[in-house]
């Protein structure tokens, strides 16, 4: 792979970035939950909202590579620190998404579901171009995989069970936080969970060929 084509995958992932990033601002702003790993950060910026929810996904995704370095040890690659920044890049994106979605009024219910189900396809729409740059994965997918090579399951089991475990988390911190209520993790969060793969599947399949032309030039 030569150098040019590095840096467009590079580009590409952080355009990929953006997209997940407003994605996840769109359904933030519906009120009705987030993506299943987003859940957490979504709940603590409910309850400690002096933090932005993409200072607080910074910190979560900062809390999953350093997860990575305790799973795999010395076969931790140094090359997946880039998640550092990249996971930075991500939280400003957010925010700077959250602004975007802000002028956008959400009296009713129906208008709230249309921005799940809005924020879920710019979010898949993310997360294919990221599948398809094929450079470095976010710090979500890298903790996965980090825990699947070392424990020996398939990625896809362990990446339901870590989604499963991230909404758990949220619901107890939720409960803790807001006197045995549930806050931040709603309807939205199922609908991302059974979504966002089924979606994401159809974008790469329509966009790996013409992307990998231009990547590849």
Same mark, same amino acid.
């Given at each position: 792979m030569s150098k040019n084509e590095i840096a467009k995958r590079y580009i590409l992932f952080v355009i990929s970035l953006f997209f997940a990033a407003i994605g996840?601002? +769109? !359904?933030k702003h519906g009120e *009705?939950?987030?993506? /299943? %790993?987003?859940?957490v950060a979504n709940v603590m910026s409910c309850k400690f909202s002096v933090l932005s929810l993409g200072t607080w996904l910074i910190i979560w995704n900062c809390f999953l590579i350093a997860g990575q370095i305790l799973?795999?040890?010395?076969?931790?690659?140094?090359?997946?620190? *880039?998640?550092? /920044?990249?996971?930075?890049l991500f939280g400003w994106f957010t925010d700077? $998404?959250?602004? @975007?979605?802000? +002028? @956008?009024? !959400?009296?009713?219910?129906?208008?709230?579901?249309?921005m799940i189900v809005i924020g879920v396809a710019i979010l898949s729409f993310g997360i294919s171009l990221s599948v398809i740059a094929n450079v470095i994965m976010n710090s979500g997918e890298a903790f996965v995989k980090a825990v699947s090579d070392t @424990?020996?399951?398939?990625?896809?089991?362990?990446k339901i069970a870590f989604d499963v &475990?991230?909404? @758990?988390?949220? &619901?107890? *911190?939720? *409960? &803790?936080?807001f006197?045995?209520?549930?806050? $931040? !993790?709603?309807?939205?969060t199922i609908?991302?969970?059974? &979504? !966002? $793969? %089924?979606?994401?599947?159809?974008f790469s399949s329509k966009l790996k060929e013409p992307i990998d032309t231009v990547l590849c030039r």
């Open positions: 996840v601002a +769109f !359904t *009705l939950g987030v993506s /299943p %790993i987003s859940s799973v795999l040890r010395k076969k931790f690659n140094l090359i997946q620190l *880039l998640q550092i /920044p990249l996971s930075f700077f $998404g959250m602004w @975007i979605v802000s +002028f @956008i009024p !959400t009296n009713s219910y129906p208008v709230r579901f249309a @424990i020996n399951k398939e990625f896809g089991n362990v &475990l991230c909404v @758990i988390i949220s &619901l107890i *911190l939720s *409960l &803790l936080f006197n045995f209520s549930i806050v $931040g !993790t709603r309807e939205g609908i991302s969970a059974l &979504l !966002t $793969g %089924i979606v994401v599947k159809f």
